[in-house]
Nanobody, 119 residues
Framework: QVQLVESGGGLVQAGGSLRLSCAAS????????MGWYRQAPGKQRELVAT???????NYADSVKGRFAISRDNAKRTVYLQMNSLKPEDTAVYYC?????????????WGQGTQVTVSS
């Protein structure tokens, strides 16, 4: 019973920046993990970054030092600040939420937002 809506994708030149947002609605357990994944054409979906409701973060090695994930629990929104973008970052970026509802682990995905980095 959770819905995720991403925004902020677009076209940017290499070296530029974008900020993605993901707004969550519905019934969300007090402790949850939200994150960003990405999928390029012909490739599997891969982890970019995650953040817990307590603020603990994890990043893929490929984005460390360039991307920053943050979370506003009051607004039920997670952000991904992407700096120093590279053409290799081009992909559809998906928001993800995981929590435990009614004693059962559950996961949800947003619809995705396209990020294209030109050289």
């Amino acid at each position: 019973q959770v819905q995720l809506v991403e925004s902020g994708g677009g076209l940017v030149q290499a070296g530029g920046s974008l900020r993605l947002s993901c707004a969550a609605s519905g019934s969300i357990f007090s402790f949850s993990v939200m994150g960003w994944y990405r999928q390029a054409p012909g490739k599997q979906r891969e982890l970019v970054a995650t953040i817990t409701s307590g603020g603990t973060t994890n990043y893929a090695d490929s984005v460390k030092g360039r991307f920053a994930i943050s979370r506003d629990n009051a607004k039920r929104t997670v952000y991904l600040q992407m700096n120093s973008l590279k053409p290799e970052d081009t992909a559809v970026y998906y928001c993800n939420l995981r929590h435990i509802s009614l004693g059962t682990p559950q996961g949800y995905w947003g619809q995705g937002t396209q990020v294209t980095v030109s050289s």
